[in-house]
């Protein structure tokens, strides 16, 4: 791959992450609160809200390494949505973490 069709891959993937992301606002975080869910998880569990945050996001790290594997069929509209949700998780990660050394 060139650099330039890897830039115009980064830009294309960018894109996804913030429309995914924008997008599932009202589901997973209703109100003001982005990480609402996993401080609601971690109040139900007991876990750190980074726990619960990681804990979700290994269920999609088992679906990408099941992929690379050659443990599931897929096509590269599900690779793109797998390696999305990791993104996603990890950006999230960031912010839970930047939220509580506030």
Known sequence: MTHE??????DDITDH?????????AEYAPGDDKLANFKKS???????????????CVKHLVSVQD???GESNYTPELLREKCGD???YTCL??????EQNA
């Open 67 to 69: 992929i690379v594997q």
């Open 42 to 56: 971690s109040r139900m569990t007991g876990k750190s809200v980074q726990e619960c945050l990681w804990m979700f």
């Open 86 to 88: 990791i993104r996603a």
């Open 17 to 25: 992450l913030r429309k995914t992301m924008a997008s599932k606002n």
């Open 93 to 98: 990660l960031e912010a839970c973490m930047m």
């Open 5 to 10: 069709d890897f830039s115009i891959l980064m």
